[in-house]
């Protein structure tokens, strides 16, 4: 068997834990969802704090109608009742001008109260719509920072890995580590098989009894007849 097989088993397992924490640093949540949901809840809150503004105004208006309209509704009862004009026709007239107008102003008075009350309704929604942005607000930051600290423990686990391995492949045959390169891409990361019983732990073939000699005899890299993998028995030397 080849002098460094032991060694190459040695760095397979390292790759996996390598690869196992890449993969787990790649599935990390930074938050990114969390973040889109804090700004649709932001915008959210802004689109019912301009409508609030807007009713705040119309309201406003509205009242500002309404007293003039009073104002205009007072003055003519004060003129129907100065006694200054005697001519019915004429007093018919502007009583029917003074039951219009309070009929307006009734109408008025109503769309002030719906005003009113969406006003308020706006203002529930508010109250809430900030109590959870709040509240997702304090959870996204949370989030992120529990992240960052995962992300750092893994990437430092990852650079103390990655120099223990720099380490042992000084220690291997550069050829040796080239093959079991190559193998590793063709063979999904697993690129040295053990042996048990003169099988192939990998794809499970029994190897023939030539080339269990040629593994127990020959310090070159022998390889699995069926899938190709480099062959390591830990009970050999
Ligand atoms: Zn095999």
């Not at 973040?35 to 809840?41: I, K, T, V, Y």
């Not at 430092?156 to 042992?168: F, M, N």
Request: glycine share 4%.
């Amino acid at each position: 068997m080849h002098a460094d097989m032991r060694l190459l088993y040695e760095l397979q397992q390292l790759d996996a834990r390598i690869e196992k924490r890449r993969g787990e640093l790649k599935a990390l949540d930074s938050g990114e969802k969390m973040r889109r949901q804090l700004d649709e809840s932001r915008q959210r809150l802004e689109r019912v704090k301009q409508q609030h503004q807007q009713l705040t105004i119309t309201a406003r208006d509205q009242e500002l109608r309404l007293k003039s309209q009073e104002e205009k509704m007072r003055r003519l009862e004060a003129d129907l009742y100065s006694g200054r004009i005697r001519n019915p026709k004429e007093l018919e007239a502007l009583q029917h001008e003074i039951d219009f107008l309070k009929q307006a102003r009734d109408e008025m008075d109503m769309e002030l109260l719906r005003l009113w009350e969406q006003i308020e309704t706006t203002e529930v929604g508010i109250k809430e719509l900030e109590e959870e942005l709040n509240e997702l607000d304090s959870l996204y930051h949370k989030h992120v920072e529990q992240y960052l600290e995962f992300k750092g423990a893994l990437e430092a686990e990852l650079a103390v890995q990655e120099k223990l391995r720099e380490d042992l492949v000084a220690r291997i045959q550069p050829t040796a580590v080239e093959r079991y390169e190559r193998l590793c891409e063709r063979l999904g990361g697993v690129a040295v098989a053990l042996v048990e019983n003169k099988t192939c732990k990998v794809c499970h073939t029994t190897l023939t009894d030539y080339t269990y000699k040629r593994l127990e005899n020959e310090s070159g890299l022998i390889t699995c007849e069926s899938c190709g993998r480099l062959l390591f028995d830990p009970l050999l030397r």
